[in-house]
């Protein structure tokens, strides 16, 4: 058992990353961020689906920007390019990775 709000204090700058489970080719992390962050584009191997519990963001997903706020979710893909344009500062996320296919 654990709670997803404590311990969530965000690093300086950049993002910190909290795997909360890991079980099966799923791994849950919890993500907070700063608003101090250096844009990055991620293209994982694995889908992923990731939800912003708190703060906004703005996204870059294949060349087209979406703009998140609290409560909004979204899936990418496996091999779906993704950058995180900017966020709110100690914004969370809960982001969910499936490794492999369910046969």
Excluded: C
Excluded at 48 to 63: C, N, P, S
Excluded at 75 to 101: C, E, I, N, Q
């Amino acid at each position: 058992m654990g709670n997803l709000y404590e311990d969530a204090l965000p690093p300086t700058t950049g993002e910190r990353f909290d795997t909360l489970l890991s079980h099966q080719g799923l791994v849950i992390e919890r993500i907070v961020s700063t608003s101090k962050i250096a844009s990055q584009e991620y293209v994982q191997e694995q889908d992923e689906w990731v939800v912003l519990l708190t703060g906004e963001a703005q996204l870059d997903v294949a060349g087209r920007r979406v703009a998140l706020r609290a409560g909004d979710y979204l899936f990418l893909p496996a091999r779906t390019p993704h950058t995180v344009l900017k966020v709110s500062d100690k914004a969370m996320w809960l982001a969910v990775h499936l490794h492999g296919r369910a046969a």
